[in-house]
């Protein structure tokens, strides 16, 4: 198994629920990734773990909760969104902090959120 | 810091022409290299890497890119598009290690 699964693929919510995105991995990989990417821009880096553990938060707003569970799945937690949260949200793996580089990163094909 | 900076935000093409789609480095010393290809409301595919070693890197769908440490470059080429290679192209960088920085995305689009 080569790839990483996000599910949903799409998601509307209101800005009162609450509601999970899902990126999952079998390729053994230690470290994962969220990124967010607006329209026409590119992947903005969220939140990086690594070993299960959060090694890099770059100043995501608490109302994105990530969470990784087991090294093989990796949520990303919504609550009170706001309208200009509407994105892609992509995951990637890697073997680990400092090797991706070199083996490489795999993402996911997306949950593209839209936010009312 | 390391960055990656995309030229051109737009590049045309007639099916059949060269494609030439540009990426500067900014660091003092080679970060590892990596060409993603997006089609529209996909995700990321990878193109090609840069890690070490041979500089002229080949990659899939007819893409190579060459690594020009004098020039702080990583241009993506093709020798001639097709329909299909119209997409978004992000040249993203990764020298500490920790994750991928991405371009601005340079997007291309073919015509017949």
């Known amino acids: 198994d080569t790839e990483v699964t996000q599910t949903p693929k799409h998601l509307v919510m209101g800005m009162t629920n609450k509601k999970s995105l899902k990126c999952e991995q079998h390729?053994?990989?230690?470290?994962m990734y969220w990124y967010k990417q607006k329209a026409k821009k590119p992947p903005e880096l969220m939140f990086v773990?690594?070993?299960?553990?959060?090694?890099i938060n770059e100043s995501v707003p608490s109302r994105f909760s990530p969470e990784c569970p087991n090294s093989s799945l990796l949520n990303l937690h919504l609550h009170a969104l706001q309208p200009e949260d509407s994105a892609l949200y992509l995951c990637?793996?890697?073997?680990?902090?400092?090797?991706?580089?070199?083996?490489?990163?795999?993402f996911g094909s997306g949950t593209r959120l839209t936010v009312v | 810091a390391q960055s990656v900076t995309q030229l051109g935000s737009h590049v045309s093409v007639s099916e059949g022409a060269l494609v030439l789609l540009r990426c500067n480095y900014s660091?003092?010393?080679?970060?590892?290299l990596f060409w993603y290809v997006q089609y529209p409301n996909q995700g990321l595919q990878l193109l090609l890497k840069?890690?070490?070693?041979?500089?002229l890197v080949k990659g899939i769908n007819g893409f190579e890119a060459e690594f020009k440490k004098s020039e702080t470059s990583f241009h993506l080429t093709k020798p001639s598009a097709h329909m299909s290679d119209a997409a978004e192209y992000f040249c993203?960088?990764?020298?500490?290690?920790?994750?991928?920085?991405f371009g601005k995305g340079t997007t291309l689009s073919v015509s017949s």
């Open positions: 773990y690594s070993y299960e553990k959060l090694s």
């Open positions: 840069y890690t070490t070693g041979a500089t």
């Open positions: 390729m053994g990989h230690r470290a």
């Open positions: 990637a793996s890697s073997q680990d902090i400092g090797q991706g580089a070199y083996y490489g990163y795999t």
């Open positions: 660091s003092s010393v080679p970060p590892y």
């Open positions: 993203a960088g990764d020298q500490a290690g920790t994750a991928l920085i």
